[in-house]
């Protein structure tokens, strides 16, 4: 079945340090794709999108690239911050209805 | 400030209270869904309601009933909950149509259920 991996967290980081959290999945269609970011004690508000290959959706410093052909979407970012420890959720959505299929999520914790 | 407004915030309750989560979108939208968020586990859909219509029934316990009296508001009714029901309750909401895997989901910001 339809399905998302998402890296096992918490993932932690020193201020100013290079990020990257994988994200796969696995679909009969071709999903939208997206990012959504949890910080404590908040709903789950969308941080970037991408609904075609080879786009890249950014926002806020990070960035990720619809690949299609290695199905995954990893999001990145050149130089945390404090407040970006969040929890992070990739999540494709299917053409074949607007339902996200949402992972586990990851923590990401940032040092000062 | 999400366009999606959730009441209450917290919520503590007896496993024999009757109580009520109010959802509200402001955005124009004609779907909502009821998300249950437990620690270290992926966010569950509960209920989804498309043009006031409830499309959608995860098998959910009945003793979490659902109302959407029109496509702005949406209601979880709690009645004689367990213990495991603790957990953050999420509302969001979406357009459909056009190209529907491209549309953003909105969420508001949660009811922290904890039941005692």
């Known amino acids: 079945g339809d399905s998302v991996t998402q890296m096992e967290g918490p993932v932690t980081l020193s201020e100013e340090a290079c990020l990257t959290i994988?994200?796969?999945?696995?679909?009969?269609?071709?999903?939208?794709l997206f990012w959504y970011v949890q910080y404590p004690g908040e709903g789950l508000q969308l941080l970037l999108k991408a609904t075609k290959a080879d786009d890249k959706g950014s926002n806020k410093g990070f960035e990720a690239t619809y690949r299609k052909e290695t199905t995954s979407f990893h999001l990145e970012k050149g130089s945390v911050q404090v407040s970006d420890s969040a929890v992070y959720f990739c999540?494709?959505?299917?053409?074949?209805?607007?339902?996200?299929?949402w992972g586990a999520g990851t923590k990401l914790i940032i040092k000062p | 400030e999400t366009g999606v407004t959730q009441t209450p915030r917290h919520l503590v309750m007896g496993m024999t209270n009757k109580k009520s989560l109010k959802c509200e979108q402001h955005l124009g939208h004609n779907a909502m869904y009821w998300y249950k968020q437990s620690a270290k586990k992926p966010l569950e859909l509960m209920f989804v309601y498309n043009f006031k219509e409830q499309t959608e029934n995860n098998s959910v316990p009945s003793r979490f009933s659902p109302e959407c009296p029109n496509s702005s508001h949406l209601f979880l009714h709690l009645h004689t909950l367990q213990p495991e029901d603790s957990a953050l309750y999420l509302c969001?909401?979406?357009?459909?149509?056009?190209?529907?895997?491209?549309?953003?989901?909105?969420f508001g910001e949660g009811s922290w259920l904890t039941v005692v």
């Open positions: 969001a909401s979406t357009q459909v149509g056009g190209r529907p895997s491209g549309n953003t989901i909105y």
């Open positions: 994988n994200c796969t999945y696995t679909a009969t269609g071709y999903p939208s």
């Open positions: 999540a494709p959505n299917l053409d074949s209805n607007y339902q996200l299929i």
